[in-house]
């Protein structure tokens, strides 16, 4: 068995234990209509059982969900509102899934997110016609100790912290706790720093905000 210590979204350490082993690539697309795209890839796709008759079942197994749409990418996206489709694009082992579901508020996502993760956070999110953001605040404390259990969201979230958000038009004009490429339509989040994350008090904070306009005149500074 392998433990997986996942950084979500929201900076929460979670431990998940699998038997099926994998590399995950999130994209997530903010439209400009203000609906989400959310791609899974998952590659790689082994399991690591001692015998060559269990690793066969559990590659299988997992393999058959995917099948039925109710392997734990998809259940945990479906979970969250949205209509996932799956496409096996190798179908020998080590396989590769790819995974997609468009939900229609960001704002809405967002909300059910840290909602059915139970996170001590205060999220603020903002929306209209030419853009959106959001603010996340995670009490470190209170999310200490704090077990996923069963919870279906925890094995879509395996390799959210090298997620990306991409705006498919305008740009991001501010960010906190994220990295922006050059052209400002990509983000990718950022480790808070170690000491931080030791000293186990205090508030993480990630802000995001952005236009859909193209070429935006003079953005703030990040930061």
């Not at 479906?78 to 694009?89: E, M, N, Q, T, Y």
């Not at 190798?90 to 809405?108: G, I, M």
């Not at 603010?135 to 912290?161: F, H, K, R, S, V």
């Not at 906190?176 to 030791?198: H, I, K, M």
Request: hydrophobic share 45%; net charge negative; glycine share 10%.
């Amino acid at each position: 068995m392998k433990t997986l210590k996942l950084l979500v979204g929201a900076g929460l350490a979670l431990v998940l234990a699998a038997c099926v082993l994998k590399t995950t690539r999130h994209t997530v697309y903010l439209e400009p209509d203000g609906s989400v795209v959310w791609t899974v890839l998952e590659e790689d796709v082994h399991s690591d059982a001692r015998t060559a008759v269990d690793r066969r079942k559990e590659e299988c197994d997992w393999l058959a969900a995917v099948h039925a749409g109710e392997h734990g990418v998809a259940r945990g996206l479906a979970l969250l509102g949205g209509d996932p489709v799956s496409r096996v694009l190798r179908s020998e082992r080590p396989f590769v899934v790819w995974t997609e579901a468009r939900f229609d508020s960001f704002e809405e996502l967002a909300t059910r997110l840290v909602s059915d993760l139970q996170l001590p956070a205060r999220l603020d999110v903002d929306s209209g016609a030419g853009g959106g953001g959001f603010t996340l605040e995670l009490d470190l404390a209170a999310a200490e100790g704090m077990d996923g259990g069963d919870n279906p969201l925890i094995e879509l979230l395996d390799g959210i912290e090298n997620a990306r958000l991409v705006l498919p038009e305008g740009e991001f004009v501010s960010a906190e706790g994220f990295e922006l490429d050059e052209n400002r339509r990509t983000a990718r989040p950022l480790a808070p720093p170690d000491e931080v994350l030791e000293a186990k008090a205090g508030t993480i904070r990630w802000s995001l905000h952005w236009t859909t306009a193209r070429n935006a005149a003079n953005p703030p500074p990040l930061g």
